[in-house]
Nanobody, 122 residues
Framework: VQLQASGGGLVQAGDSLRLSCAFS????????MNWFRQAPGKEREFVAG????????YYVDSVRGRFTISRDNAKNTVYLQMNSLKPEDTAVYYC????????????????WGKGTQVTVSS
């Protein structure tokens, strides 16, 4: 399994970005898919997760209402739509595959992708 994230960039506060993560492998729809982020000098943190069929999502409080995670199982891709971006959203964003949401929150990720940098200027 390989995960490839893309879509990061430099934007201004209030702007939007959409991250994509392509999953290479035969079993995309058995994984709970997630986005994590790591800001400079901070630990990696869970941002959002989406269930196997896409019907259930979960967000960290700091992004709820601004970010939307979704997945397209036909394209083996997970997305993170980020609106109303703030400077504190600046981080390297990673997609990850895990068995369940609980595993994600405990750091029990099976596969990590390489990150994509998001920088939000004030």
């Amino acid at each position: 399994v390989q995960l490839q994230a893309s879509g990061g960039g430099l934007v201004q506060a209030g702007d939007s970005l959409r991250l994509s993560c392509a999953f290479s492998g035969p079993t995309f729809d058995v994984y709970y898919m997630n986005w994590f982020r790591q800001a400079p000098g901070k630990e990696r943190e869970f941002v959002a997760g989406v269930s196997w069929g896409g019907g259930s999502t979960y967000y960290v409080d700091s992004v709820r209402g601004r970010f939307t995670i979704s997945r397209d199982n036909a394209k083996n891709t997970v997305y993170l739509q980020m609106n109303s971006l703030k400077p504190e959203d600046t981080a390297v964003y990673y997609c990850a595959a895990s068995p369940t949401l609980g595993d994600s929150l405990r750091g029990g990720v099976d596969f990590w992708g390489k990150g994509t940098q998001v920088t939000v200027s004030s």
